[in-house]
């Protein structure tokens, strides 16, 4: 697993470690990451949901009153519901993409898998994410999780990073490259 120096990730890696540990005593892991995924899913559907996330201007009460409005709606409730609360009450909102991201790591790892971060221009289908699975298993030897996301701005391809590699076959870098290569040329 790669450090990230930056202090945010930093502190959403203690913040998913306390989440992972916590549940891990309960013995309620499969439960806790099946609601951390509707969370993250949420936040990924919603432009609202991300701004208000990144926002300094809340205070602490109304950034605790959002949250637990977002997870009445997505009826997540015990452990993960007073997660994100205590999150809300501490001001760390911000992090939360990035505990997200290190609590999936933490969970892979615990069942032996790899993470694998594929970001797509539309949503995968179950068959594409199926055989991407195939592939990467194939190629790195191990099973693999997907942390997915969608950016329509690739216009097409995908983005694979997995650990400190990336291979990046969207049509938005072939068309930067290409425009790169024609500027050169004339």
Do not use: C, W
Not at 86 to 97: D, G
Request: proline fraction near 3%; aromatic fraction near 4%; charge should be negative.
């Amino acid at each position: 697993m790669a450090d990230n120096s930056s202090p945010v990730s930093g502190l959403a890696e203690r913040y998913a470690t306390a989440l992972f540990e916590l549940a891990e005593d309960d013995k309620a892991l499969a439960e806790l990451e099946a609601d951390v995924g509707r969370f993250a899913s949420m936040h990924d559907q919603s432009d609202d949901l991300q701004s208000f996330i990144r926002s300094p201007i809340y205070s602490a009460e109304e950034q605790l009153r959002g949250v637990s409005a977002v997870l009445e709606k997505a009826e997540i409730k015990g452990l993960v519901a007073n997660f994100f609360q205590l999150v809300a009450k501490n001001r760390r909102l911000f992090a939360v993409p990035g505990i997200i991201t290190a609590f999936r790591r933490m969970m892979a790892a615990h069942r032996g898998e790899t993470t694998a971060e594929v970001t797509s221009a539309e949503p995968l289908t179950d068959a594409q994410v199926s055989a991407l699975k195939a592939a990467l298993k194939d190629s790195l030897g191990k099973d693999v999780a997907l942390d997915a996301r969608v950016d329509p701005a690739l216009i097409g391809g995908l983005i694979v990073k997995v650990g400190s590699r990336m291979i990046d076959s969207s049509l938005r870098t072939k068309l930067s490259s290409l425009k790169l290569a024609m500027k050169e040329v004339g």
